[in-house]
C-alpha cells in the first residue's frame, strides 16, 4: 500500500477512487494523520477557478504538489555531506588519539614525614626518602615512557625487560636497568648508586665514564665532574634506610663513617685512627645522621669533627 498511497490519494481527492480505495485512504488518514494533513494541504493549495476540472489535472497537481513537499538533496549536496560524515569521523578519531595518546607529566615529591610507596605503569615499585622526588611520561592509553627524572634518594624495584630497558636520569648520571634491584642518591656532591640484585649500566652525563655493577653491594660513586669510582659495601647497613633504620650489626666505626660520606655527603674527622676498627652494634634513625656521630662519639670516648 505505501507503494502507491499517493496515486491512490490523488483519485481520492479527484473523486475517481473506488471504495476499495476509498477505504484505504481513509485507514491511512487514520493510521498517518500528519502525513494526510500534507496532502490534503497540497490539495488545497489548488488555486484553480473552479472545483470542477478534469480529473486528471487534479491527480496530476496533487502529485506534483506530494512531490514538492519532499526533501530532495541536489547530488553535488550529497557529496558534501559525505565529505562532512568523512570530516567528522577524522576529527572524532583525532579527538580520540589526542585524548589516549597525548603524554602526561607525571611527578612525585615525597613531603611527608615517612617513606613514599609508588608503583609505576608498568608495575616497577619504588621506595621515596623523605624529600625525594620522581618525575616521567606516560598516556591514558597505558604508553610508559621506562624513563624517569629523579632527585634525593629512591630504592628502585624495576620490571625487568629486554626489549625496553628502565633508565633513571639526573643530574650527573643515566642508570640504565640491567637487573632489578638498587638505590640512587643525589647529594650535593656526589650521586651514590648501590645495587641490591641484578645488574645496571651507569653512564655520567658527560659520556666521558661508564661502569657496570653486577655484584650485590657494589657501590658507584659520581662526582661533579663526572668521575666515577666503584667500590663493595655492606648492602645490609647502606640499604637498611629503607627500614628507616641503620642497623649496625658488627659494623666497623670506620664503615659507619664511610656511610655517612657515601650516603649523607658528611665528612668526619677522627684523629685516632685506631678507633675506626672498634665494632658497634645496635640501630639509629636513618634520618638522623648527626644523631649516629653523637653515639659513636660517646661509644668510643673521642671527638668527632665534621668537616
Given amino acids: 500500500m505505501k507503494e502507491n498511497i499517493e496515486n491512490i490519494i490523488a483519485k481520492y481527492f479527484a473523486g475517481e477512487s473506488t471504495s476499495v480505495e476509498k477505504t484505504q485512504v481513509e485507514k491511512f488518514k487514520k493510521e498517518n494523520p500528519s502525513e494526510y494533513e500534507k496532502y490534503l494541504k497540497a490539495y488545497n493549495e489548488n488555486h484553480f477557478e473552479s472545483r470542477v ?66 608503583e609505576l605503569p608498568d608495575g616497577s615499585k619504588l621506595l621515596l626518602d623523605k624529600g625525594a622526588s620522581i618525575a616521567y611520561e606516560k598516556t591514558r592509553a597505558g604508553w610508559f615512557s621506562r624513563e624517569v627524572t629523579m632527585n634525593g634518594r629512591i630504592f628502585f624495584n624495576i620490571i625487568h625487560n629486554d626489549k625496553k630497558p628502565f633508565k633513571v636520569i639526573e643530574k650527573r648520571v643515566s642508570i640504565t636497568d640491567l637487573g632489578t634491584e638498587f638505590t640512587v642518591n643525589v647529594l650535593s656532591n656526589h650521586t651514590q648508586i648501590i645495587l641490591s640484585s641484578g645488574k645496571i649500566d651507569v653512564i655520567s652525563n658527560n659520556g666521558k665514564q661508564e661502569q657496570i655493577a653486577e655484584k650485590k653491594g657494589e657501590q658507584i660513586i659520581v662526582d661533579n665532574a663526572g668521575n666515577i669510582n666503584k667500590n663493595q659495601i655492606n648492602p645490609n647497613l647502606y640499604t637498611s634506610w629503607t627500614k628507616k633504620k641503620l642497623f649496625f650489626n658488627n659494623c666497623t666505626v670506620g664503615e659507619v663513617i664511610q656511610l655517612l660520606h657515601d650516603s649523607y655527603d658528611i665528612k668526619v674527622a677522627l684523629t685516632d685512627k685506631s678507633a675506626l676498627d672498634k665494632k658497634l652494634s645496635g640501630s639509629a634513625p636513618s634520618d638522623n645522621p648527626l644523631l649516629i656521630l653523637k653515639a659513636i662519639s660517646q661509644i668510643i670516648h673521642k671527638k668527632i669533627v665534621v668537616n
Avoid: C, M, W
Fill in 53 to 118: 476540472f478534469e480529473s486528471s489535472g487534479v491527480k496530476e497537481h496533487v502529485l506534483r504538489s506530494i512531490n514538492e513537499n519532499k526533501t530532495v538533496l541536489p547530488p553535488y549536496y550529497k557529496k558534501y555531506l559525505r565529505y562532512a560524515a568523512l570530516f567528522a569521523g577524522l576529527f572524532l578519531l583525532s579527538a580520540l588519539y589526542f585524548y589516549f595518546f597525548q603524554k602526561q607529566n607525571i611527578s612525585y615529591t615525597n613531603n611527608t614525614g615517612d617513606k613514599l610507596k609508588i
